[in-house]
């Protein structure tokens, strides 16, 4: 009885220990190097540098806010 029990801890470590590293592995995903590292753009009224992924993409053009995307086009 007590082998079936340490095999139970044993996966039960084992899984533990496989979940820390896949949480580790998506936080890796994402670290804030990598979003500096980031495509810049600027934008087409005020010039201002901004990441890719909040820039508005209008007609191949970018823009920093909603506003100058309204007054760029
Ligand atoms: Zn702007």
Redesign the pocket.
């Known amino acids: 009885m007590s082998k079936i029990i340490t095999v139970i801890l044993v996966v039960v470590l084992v899984v533990y220990l496989l979940r820390r590293m896949a949480g580790k592995r998506v936080e890796g995903d994402n670290p804030p190097a990598d979003k500096a590292a980031e495509d810049m753009v600027r934008?087409?009224?005020?010039?201002?540098n901004l990441p890719r992924s909040e820039a508005i993409l209008s007609q191949g053009r970018f823009?920093?806010?909603d506003?100058?995307r309204k007054s760029?086009s």
């Open positions: 934008c087409h009224v005020c010039g201002v823009y920093c806010c506003e100058h760029g």
